[in-house]
C-alpha cells in the first residue's frame, strides 16, 4: 500500500501565554490516503483551522507555539524536511481555500495577475499570455462561461459565487494532491455554496486530489466527505465512513452536533447542552477506519 | 475621470484647491518666463527703486535693495517646491518601509521600530527641525536634511496601522498559504492597498513642508540670503512693519496660498480615492 497523502499522528499543540502553557489540541491522529476527501468537522474553537495551518506549516514559525507529533505528507516527515523543501510544496503540492472568496483575493489586482503569481509557483519563467491561456482553461472547468471577462476583472467587481470559483480554479491550478478546504463558502449564501461544493467536488475526483474538508456544516460534510472525523476541544471523538457516521452516530458529543441542526419543518431551535462530561467521552472508531499502522 | 469631475464639481472647495495649486506649480515651474526681472532672483542691488510700494512695473512693490516683490516670490515658491517634492521623495519611502515592516513582522521587530518611532513623533517637529539645523550649516541641503528627519516617522504610524490590518485581510493569509515571500507580502500584497492614504497625506504634508521650511528660514535656519525665500522674505520684512507692509504682506499670502491649496487638494484627492479619515 502506499503511503498515505497526509498521516498525522499524536499531534500536540499549545501556546505559551502569560499563565503558562494552554494546550489548544490534545494528540490528533488522522491521516487522508490518496484522492481520498476528508471532513474535520467541529464547532468553533475546537482546533480545526489550527490543524491546518500546522499542516501548512504556518503555526510554526509563531514563537509561542509549542507543537508536536508526526506529520508525514507523501511518506515524508514534513518536520524533518528544511524550511526551503517545505516552502516549495506551499502552493505547488499543498493548497488551500478560504471560508470568505472575496477578501482572499486582493482587490488591487485584477484576476489574471493574481493567476499568473499562482502558475508561476509552479512554473517560475510562465509569461503573462501563457498564464492567462492556462486560467482562460481552468475557469472554463469551474464552469465560468466567461473566462476572458473574468481575468480582466477585479474581485470587487466579481460576485462572492464567481469569486469562489476563482478560488477554486487557482487552488488547483498546480494539480496539488492535496487540498484543504477551511470552511469554504461559508460566507455565501446556500444556493452558490451548495453549486460550488457540486464543481468542487466533481473537480477533485477528477483530478484525483486529497482534500481535508473543514467545517461545522454536518449537511454540507455529509454529501462532500467520504470519511469523517469529529473534532471537540482538540480531541478526535469520533472517526468512521460519512455513511457509518451519519447513519449511527455513537459518541455523545457527534449526536448533540447533529440534534444542533435546525429542522426545515419547524420544531424550534433545538436545545442542547453547552457542557457535558459526556462529551469528553473517549474515542469511537467505526469498523474499518483505524488509523495505518494500528494506532487508533 | 468622470467621477473625479464630478466630485471637484459638487465640491467647489476641492476646485479651487486645484486652481491653486496649478498656479502655484505653473508659476514656478515657469518663473524665467513669467518674473518682470528674473535677475533680481540673486543679488542685485538697484537703490533708484528701493523700498517702493505696489506700483507699474513692480506689481507688489520692492524690497529694501530694489529688487521686485513679485519676482522673487515666484522663484521662492520654486525653491519651496523643490523642497517640498524632495523631502517627501526621501521621507515616504523611508518611513513607509519601516512602518510596513513594523506592522507585518510584529513581535520585537515591531516593538523596536515603533518605539524609535516614538521616540521622533515625541519632539515637537518644529524643535527637532531647528536643533538639527543649530548642528548643521543653515543651507538647503541641511534644511531639506532637517525637515526630511521629522518627517519620515509620521509615514511609519500611518503605514504601521494601515499594515496592521491589512495583514489580517484573507488575501495575505492566501498568499502565505501558497507560499509568498515576506517582501512578497510587504510589497506587493499590502502596500498597494496603503497607496491611496499614502498619496492623500503625501498631497496634504506638502503644504506643511513648506510651511515649516519657510519656518525655519524665518527663523534664520534655513535657505540664505540671496537665495529667495518666503519665510526669510516675511522675516526680513517684519522689521518695517507697519509702513512697508508690502515686504511682509505678500510672501505672507504666498505661503497662504500654497498651504491651503495643498490642503484642499489632499481632501479632494481624500474623497477621490476613497480614503477613509
Redesign the interface.
Known sequence: MTAPTLLIRDLRLSFKGYSGLVEVLHGISLHIDKGERVALVGESGSGKSVTARIILGLLQSMRTARISGALNFEGRDLEAMGRGERHRLRGTKMSMIFQDPTSSLNPVYRISEQFHEVLKRMVPGIGRAEADRKAAAMLADVSITEPERVLASYPFQLSGGMNQRVMIAMALANEPSLLIADEPGTALDVTVQAQTLKLMRDLVTRHNTAVLFISHNLGVVREFADRVYVIYKGRIVEHGKATQLFDNPRHPYTRALMNAIPRITGEGIPEIQDNSDEYLAPLVVHEGCGEPGGVA | MKRTLAILASNPLSAVGVLLIALVVLLAVFADFIAPFPEHRGAVVDFVNFNKPPQWPYIFGTDLVGRDMFSRIIYAYRISLILGVVVLAIAVPIGVTIGLVAGYVG?WTEYVLMRITDVFLSIPPLVLAMSMMGLLEPTLTNGMIAVTAMWWPWYTRLVYNLARSEKE???V????????SKLHVMFR?IL??C?PSILTKMTLDLGFVILIASSLSFLGLGVQPPTPDLGSMVAEGAKYLPDSWWLTVFPGLAILIAVFGFNLLGDALREILGVEQ
Open positions: 513581535g485581510e484573507g488575501y493569509l492566501a498568499a502565505e498559504v501558497i507560499g509568498a500584497e498597494p492597498n497607496v
